[in-house]
RNA sequence: GCGAGGGUUGCCAAGCCAGGUCAAAGGCGCUGGAUUCAGGGUCCAGUCGCGCAGGCGUUCGAGGGUUCAAAUCCCUUCCCUCGCACCA
């Protein structure tokens, strides 16, 4: 017999797998599915493990229920990350060098040419197929392509004129975070504090100060009627500069960002602060105010000057009070203009007096300014003299009247500050112009989405929400960048379309990547994709043959069946794809993605996998310490695709033996030759029931839950029946059909064990391809399952009973309940109230002569039907069984079992005082 | 803050949608036993408390409620994780 040796069954089986998935159209039903493909920056850790290895055991799957399954791979290179490694690399970071060198192992000659950003990416392309090949995924890799082959970038540019020619693809300016000194677009991971900052729109009022403006910032413009004063820092150093050819007075600050925002800025002269206290100012719309000191003040805020409300905002009813209360500017009276329900006529005084607030340093303020700003957003009126109108609607028409009218512009500040660069330097918002965006704001393409969305599968289906929600939420897309590898943007050609954005309609190039290989790039026009994709005919098509050949490819493999990708893309990969879908595939629904799978994450130990911080296990590593089978076993058995999984090394040795186990299981009893007993009935029953269930879990992508049916569900079966075979038989020879069964329902999750022992039971060609099992309703046996439960109970209720008396029995008696109680039985466990039913019982005469036995057991036999499982109750209802012959049949394994001699009597027929105690299902045991 | 998911017996983790099969699967760990047995491997048993008869008691983040019956349904509350855009 030979040993187990994944190492040597890994070998065997990659040699008898050369070129065997690499499928082609034919008549065949097809399956079609694909996974995010990779970015590969570097090596691949046991997380990524997971993310190839759920897709292969669908497609294994799939592919032995008789399907062609499709199951491709390319590699992402687009973007700006390996640009920034390869330049650490070659200014000899000392992080990135250790992480490479050491963690990913890469050889120093080869790190040497990581200067160049595509080399690493090849590289670890190279790798990743290398490490996904010795997992077992059974990858079509002739249609393997990286992102930047030219002949991808011609397919880019064919779907980008579609999205430009159905008007999403737009020009505009943007407001961004900015970082002067790097000159650059400043991403959340490049932010060194304020990674939650928001950008915020801001009106700014011009109030008129002698020749010159002073602008404040505000978000609430239509309390300009409330103004009273305005705020400046005596502390602060202003300046006087010309903005867009009018004089300004603002902070320093001020005038440098106004310069990013579209502003010319000149800046004249300096102005203390000093120097503008108890000046007055004046705006058409609240007349002429008082400019006061306030330390509060913060020059980075804004223009650096603030307009003051304080009968609706706390901090200004403050600062106010404080200077009244030291004897300043009392004739100054807060200006309500705003009703609010819950509130009193000066709400922001209200609201502070009723807190009990007081100073401007309360930790309280804050919340209370929100309270106040949303209460009166929501609820608040314009007085009639202002119009009357709701406060929602008043701000936004104040602000258009201010800026057609008044001279207000707009100023973007972050909502918290600071907000710094990686660099050190201060961010700042910039707008910025030649930016082109993706409008995903526009309804009507939302609402082609959202009409596509309803149709499709979506696993697990809580996360539907998440995508109806990011449908509703995505605004536009900035889609092309300065930096990074990628297509140049066909409108700008300084310009590279952004990596979310040429990842999306690539499913269906997989369908002709190892086709159009042939072509000269140069051919490739959109007339030659519009032909291959859409079918549409025009003249010269170059090469038309091929070009047929790939029609035809595309029409047997699309639409993909699913898609799987990690949790965290659905607000914006996995949504902009269906976007991107409806407009190139437009009015063909039929080519629309049909279904997607969303993953849970990975850690290890409990901590999460981060190759940054070093907390990864190489998958390379796991598959050659443990064997690639275990390690396929233990990511599908740990927890279901969606469920966040954890590697924890003690865990993944017990998969190893559980998959020897198996092995050796299969091998002692293929060749079993004894003759079928009853039990063989039981075994072959119970098998229909996990090959049904291991195949409904496969169908809803259940990985975990189709291991548990297929792996311990037949092992504790095989348990069982081992344990009651006769003393001199070791198994029939039907054992030899449960094994090739079982190998199968297996095969997907260890292809490897699994090729290597179908081999031993003589199956025909691969496993990979052999017909998956299906359930035959003619082996079910209901009656002998019932027995076989019968049987169970009683002997572990035998073995707790022996447990606790401690002595050794001399015989058992097994009494069995009278026929009246399994008439109470059936009675109960037909009766729809199970409350009312003993009463219903004891009117019938018969039982009224048995007197309190009766309500006795009619109360102990409810209880009983409570607590046994549904999948008794009913066959027992249906169609009553024998417990006499169960128990005469069993006999000799009872006694085997126990050593002693068992007697199996009526209840009725014995003077023991424990027979009594006897109920259907529940036999009254006796030990002596 | 907004959105989503989650808190189960030493640990991991099923169960919850369709309330009684639940003292609660499976695995790990631990304890004991078996095995011509190396403190390793494999196998068997135990692993909330009490009990010399298959039982009883107390548990499923916390607090209430519905019900004959709740880990499962409803309400309140605390805690954790993830996503929130120019990044793959």
Same mark, same amino acid.
């Given at each position: 017999?030979?040993?187990?040796?994944?190492?040597?069954?890994?070998?065997?089986?990659?040699?008898?797998?050369?070129?065997?998935?690499?499928?082609?159209?034919?008549?065949?039903?097809?399956?079609?599915?694909?996974?995010?493909?990779?970015?590969?920056?570097?090596?691949?850790?046991?997380?990524?493990?997971?993310?190839?290895?759920?897709?292969?055991?669908?497609?294994?799957?799939?592919?032995?229920?008789?399907?062609?399954?499709?199951?491709?791979?390319?590699?992402?290179?687009?973007?700006?990350? $390996?640009?920034?490694?390869? *330049?650490?690399?070659?200014?000899? #970071?000392?992080?990135?060098?250790?992480?490479?060198?050491?963690?990913?192992?890469?050889?120093?000659?080869?790190?040497?040419?990581?200067?160049?950003?595509?080399?690493?990416?090849?590289?670890?392309?190279?790798?990743? %197929?290398?490490?996904?090949?010795? =997992?077992?995924?059974?990858?079509?890799?002739?249609?393997?392509?990286?992102? $930047?082959?030219?002949?991808? /970038?011609?397919?880019?540019?064919?779907?980008?004129?579609?999205?430009?020619?159905?008007?999403?693809?737009?020009?505009?300016?943007?407001?961004?975070?900015?970082?002067?000194?790097?000159?650059?677009?400043?991403?959340?991971?490049?932010?060194?504090?304020?990674?939650?900052?928001?950008?915020?729109?801001?009106?700014?009022?011009?109030?008129?100060?002698?020749?010159?403006?002073?602008?404040?910032?505000?978000?609430?413009?239509?309390?300009?009627?409330?103004?009273?004063?305005?705020?400046?820092?005596?502390?602060?150093?202003?300046?006087?500069?010309?903005?867009?050819?009018?004089?300004?007075?603002?902070?320093?600050?001020?005038? @440098?960002?106004?310069?990013?925002?579209?502003?010319?800025? @000149?800046?004249?002269?300096?102005?203390?602060?000093?120097?503008?206290? #108890?000046?007055?100012? /004046?705006?058409?719309?609240?007349?002429?105010?008082?400019?006061?000191?306030?330390?509060?003040?913060?020059?980075?805020?804004?223009?650096? +000057?603030?307009?003051?409300?304080?009968?609706?905002?706390?901090?200004?009813?403050?600062?106010?009070?404080?200077?009244?209360?030291?004897?300043?500017?009392?004739?100054?009276?807060?200006?309500?203009?705003?009703?609010?329900?819950?509130?009193?006529?000066?709400?922001?005084?209200?609201?502070?007096?009723?807190?009990?607030?007081?100073?401007?340093? #309360?930790?309280?303020?804050?919340?209370?300014?929100?309270?106040?700003?949303?209460?009166?957003?929501?609820?608040?009126?314009?007085?009639?003299?202002?119009?009357?109108?709701?406060?929602?609607?008043?701000?936004?028409?104040?602000?258009?009247?201010?800026?057609?009218?008044?001279?207000?512009?707009?100023?973007?500040?972050?909502?918290?500050?600071?907000?710094?660069?990686?660099?050190?330097?201060?961010?700042?918002?910039?707008?910025?112009?030649?930016?082109?965006?993706?409008?995903?704001?526009?309804?009507?393409?939302?609402?082609?989405?959202?009409?596509?969305?309803?149709?499709?599968?979506?696993?697990?289906?809580?996360?539907?929400?998440?995508?109806?929600? &990011?449908?509703?939420?995505?605004?536009?897309?900035?889609?092309?960048?300065?930096?990074?590898?990628?297509?140049?943007?066909?409108?700008?050609?300084?310009?590279?379309?952004?990596?979310?954005?040429?990842?999306?309609?690539?499913?269906?190039?997989?369908?002709?990547?190892?086709?159009?290989?042939?072509?000269?790039?140069?051919?490739?026009?959109?007339?030659?994709?519009?032909?291959?994709?859409?079918?549409?005919?025009?003249?010269?098509?170059?090469?038309?043959?091929?070009?047929?050949?790939?029609?035809?490819?595309?029409?047997?493999?699309?639409?993909?069946?699913?898609?799987?990708?990690?949790?965290?893309?659905?607000?914006?990969?996995?949504?902009?794809?269906?976007?991107?879908?409806?407009?190139?595939?437009?009015?063909?629904?039929?080519?629309?993605?049909?279904?997607?799978?969303?993953?849970?994450?990975?850690?290890?130990?409990?901590?999460?996998?981060?190759?940054?911080?070093?907390?990864?296990?190489?998958?390379?590593?796991?598959?050659?310490?443990?064997?690639?089978?275990?390690?396929?076993?233990?990511? !599908?058995?740990?927890?279901?695709?969606?469920?966040?999984?954890?590697?924890?090394?003690?865990?993944?040795?017990?998969?190893?033996?559980?998959?020897?186990?198996?092995?050796?299981?299969? !091998?002692?009893?293929?060749?079993?030759?004894?003759?079928?007993?009853?039990?063989?009935?039981?075994?072959?029953?119970?098998?229909?029931?996990?090959?049904?269930?291991?195949?409904?879990?496969?169908?809803?992508?259940?990985?975990?839950?189709?291991? %548990? @049916?297929?792996?311990?569900?037949?092992?504790?079966?095989?348990?069982?029946?081992?344990?009651?075979?006769?003393?001199?038989?070791?198994?029939?020879?039907?054992?030899?059909?449960? =094994? /090739?069964?079982?190998?199968?329902?297996?095969?997907?999750?260890?292809?490897?064990? &699994?090729?290597?022992?179908?081999?031993?039971?003589?199956?025909?060609?691969?496993?990979?391809?052999?017909?998956?099992?299906?359930?035959?309703?003619?082996?079910?046996?209901? *009656?002998?399952?019932?027995?076989?439960?019968?049987?169970?109970?009683?002997?572990?209720?035998?073995?707790?009973?022996? *447990?606790?008396?401690?002595?050794?029995?001399?015989?058992?008696?097994?009494? +069995?309940?009278?026929?009246?109680?399994?008439?109470?039985?059936?009675?109960?466990?037909?009766?729809?109230?199970?409350?009312?039913?003993?009463?219903?019982? !004891?009117?019938?005469?018969?039982?009224?002569?048995?007197?309190?036995?009766?309500?006795?057991?009619?109360?102990?036999?409810?209880?009983?039907?409570?607590?046994?499982?549904?999948?008794?109750?009913?066959?027992?209802?249906?169609?009553?069984?024998?417990?006499?012959?169960?128990? @005469?049949?069993?006999?000799?394994?009872?006694?085997?079992?126990?050593?002693?001699?068992?007697?199996?009597?009526?209840?009725?027929? /014995?003077?023991?005082?424990?027979?009594?105690?006897?109920?259907?299902?529940?036999?009254?045991?006796?030990?002596?």
């Amino acid at each position: 017999m030979s040993e187990f040796d994944l190492r040597k069954f890994e070998e065997e089986a990659h040699e008898r797998w050369t070129h065997a998935f690499e499928p082609d159209p034919s008549d065949t039903e097809k399956f079609y599915l694909n996974v995010a493909f990779p970015y590969p920056s570097g090596a691949m850790h046991v997380g990524h493990g997971r993310t190839y290895i759920v897709p292969d055991v669908v497609a294994r799957f799939w592919r032995m229920k008789g399907k062609q399954v499709l199951f491709p791979m390319a590699f992402h290179v687009t973007g700006a990350p $390996v640009v920034g490694i390869s *330049k650490r690399i070659a200014r000899q #970071d000392e992080k990135t060098i250790r992480l490479y060198r050491d963690l990913y192992r890469v050889p120093q000659n080869v790190l040497d040419s990581f200067t160049d950003p595509l080399t690493i990416v090849r590289h670890f392309a190279a790798e990743y %197929q290398r490490v996904m090949t010795d =997992c077992g995924l059974s990858i079509d890799w002739r249609r393997r392509f990286i992102t $930047v082959d030219p002949t991808y /970038s011609r397919f880019i540019e064919w779907q980008w004129k579609h999205l430009y020619e159905a008007g999403h693809v737009i020009k505009g300016a943007h407001p961004v975070r900015y970082c002067t000194v790097d000159d650059n677009p400043v991403g959340d991971h490049d932010l060194l504090e304020g990674d939650k900052a928001e950008v915020i729109r801001f009106t700014m009022v011009m109030f008129r100060y002698g020749d010159a403006f002073i602008p404040t910032a505000t978000l609430r413009p239509e309390t300009i009627h409330g103004v009273t004063n305005l705020w400046a820092n005596p502390n602060v150093t202003y300046v006087r500069a010309i903005v867009d050819g009018k004089a300004w007075i603002v902070s320093k600050e001020a005038a @440098e960002k106004l310069a990013l925002q579209d502003h010319s800025v @000149e800046i004249k002269e300096e102005v203390p602060g000093k120097s503008l206290i #108890d000046k007055n100012v /004046s705006h058409p719309l609240c007349g002429e105010v008082p400019i006061l000191p306030a330390d509060f003040v913060d020059p980075d805020m804004a223009s650096g +000057l603030v307009m003051s409300v304080p009968a609706h905002a706390p901090f200004d009813y403050i600062a106010l009070r404080d200077l009244q209360q030291a004897g300043k500017y009392t004739t100054i009276k807060p200006i309500p203009l705003i009703t609010v329900e819950g509130y009193g006529e000066i709400p922001a005084q209200d609201a502070v007096e009723k807190a009990g607030i007081r100073n401007q340093m #309360d930790s309280r303020m804050d919340t209370l300014t929100q309270e106040i700003y949303s209460a009166e957003f929501s609820k608040g009126k314009l007085f009639a003299k202002y119009g009357g109108k709701p406060v929602r609607v008043a701000r936004d028409e104040v602000a258009v009247l201010m800026t057609e009218k008044y001279d207000s512009v707009v100023m973007y500040e972050f909502d918290v500050r600071p907000v710094v660069c990686r660099c050190g330097n201060r961010v700042k918002v910039k707008i910025l112009h030649d930016q082109w965006f993706l409008k995903y704001s526009d309804p009507e393409w939302k609402q082609q989405v959202s009409d596509h969305l309803k149709d499709m599968a979506l696993v697990p289906p809580e996360v539907r929400v998440e995508f109806d929600r &990011t449908v509703g939420w995505l605004k536009d897309w900035a889609c092309t960048r300065r930096v990074g590898l990628g297509t140049r943007f066909p409108w700008d050609k300084t310009q590279l379309i952004e990596p979310l954005s040429d990842s999306t309609v690539y499913m269906a190039y997989y369908t002709i990547a190892h086709k159009i290989r042939d072509i000269d790039p140069k051919l490739l026009t959109p007339e030659v994709f519009d032909y291959i994709f859409l079918g549409k005919k025009s003249d010269e098509l170059p090469e038309k043959k091929k070009l047929d050949a790939m029609r035809q490819e595309f029409l047997y493999w699309y639409p993909y069946d699913f898609r799987f990708s990690a949790k965290d893309l659905i607000s914006n990969h996995l949504t902009f794809q269906l976007f991107h879908h409806v407009t190139v595939f437009e009015r063909q629904n039929d080519k629309l993605p049909k279904g997607m799978v969303v993953f849970g994450m990975g850690l290890l130990n409990g901590a999460k996998m981060s190759s940054s911080k070093g907390n990864v296990f190489l998958l390379e590593d796991a598959v050659k310490e443990f064997g690639a089978d275990t390690v396929r076993m233990f990511l !599908m058995g740990s927890a279901e695709p969606w469920q966040d999984f954890d590697w924890r090394n003690e865990l993944v040795l017990s998969t190893r033996k559980q998959i020897e186990r198996f092995y050796n299981n299969v !091998m002692e009893t293929k060749d079993a030759s004894g003759e079928p007993h009853d039990i063989d009935r039981w075994l072959a029953s119970r098998l229909q029931a996990h090959i049904a269930r291991t195949t409904t879990a496969l169908d809803n992508f259940q990985t975990r839950q189709a291991l %548990q @049916e297929a792996y311990f569900g037949i092992e504790s079966d095989l348990k069982w029946y081992r344990r009651r075979l006769p003393e001199d038989c070791d198994g029939s020879r039907e054992l030899h059909a449960l =094994c /090739s069964v079982w190998v199968r329902l297996l095969a997907p999750f260890i292809p490897f064990t &699994t090729e290597h022992l179908w081999k031993e039971l003589a199956g025909e060609g691969l496993v990979s391809f052999a017909p998956w099992p299906v359930a035959n309703p003619k082996l079910v046996n209901a *009656k002998a399952e019932l027995a076989e439960e019968l049987l169970a109970r009683t002997v572990e209720d035998i073995e707790s009973i022996l *447990k606790l008396i401690q002595l050794k029995p001399k015989a058992i008696t097994i009494a +069995l309940a009278p026929d009246w109680k399994e008439e109470i039985f059936r009675t109960v466990a037909s009766a729809a109230d199970k409350n009312t039913v003993v009463k219903e019982i !004891m009117k019938d005469p018969a039982m009224r002569k048995r007197g309190k036995a009766a309500t006795d057991a009619a109360r102990q036999i409810t209880t009983l039907i409570h607590r046994l499982p549904p999948h008794v109750i009913e066959p027992l209802v249906r169609e009553p069984i024998s417990e006499q012959d169960i128990f @005469e049949t069993a006999k000799t394994f009872l006694e085997q079992e126990f050593g002693v001699p068992v007697h199996i009597t009526g209840a009725g027929e /014995s003077d023991l005082a424990k027979a009594a105690t006897a109920l259907p299902f529940k036999p009254a045991i006796i030990i002596e």
